[in-house]
């Protein structure tokens, strides 16, 4: 089924919505459900049904990965719009690691 993007974009936002105000509310919550999808045996065969060849042995990315690049786009972000927070906000470290 196909769905025009325009038309799904708004109920798309609410989501993603709704799943930032869940992680802020229940950090730990978030951080166990990712943690455990991340290493689901079944996505993995799921996955190759659908035809895509992945290793099996092949490891998601960490949360910390996660976390470490999402902070380096929120340092770069931060750099071009308010480059006064960068270091209120810790993030030069996050600048120099690119």
Do not use: C
């Not at 989501?15 to 455990?36: C, D, H, N």
């Not at 931060?78 to 927070?85: I, M």
């Amino acid at each position: 089924m196909k769905v025009d993007l325009k038309m799904a974009e708004p109920d798309v936002m609410a989501l993603l919505v709704q799943g930032i105000f869940f992680g802020a509310s229940f950090p730990e919550l978030t951080e166990e459900m990712f943690r455990k999808a991340m290493n689901t045996y079944g996505d993995w065969v799921r996955t190759v049904g659908y035809g895509l060849k992945i290793d099996k042995e092949v490891k998601g990315i960490s949360l910390e990965e996660v976390e470490e690049a999402v902070l380096q786009m929120v340092a770069v972000h931060t750099l071009e719009y308010y480059p006064e927070l960068v270091e209120r906000l810790d993030l030069g470290d996050f600048l120099r690691s690119r």
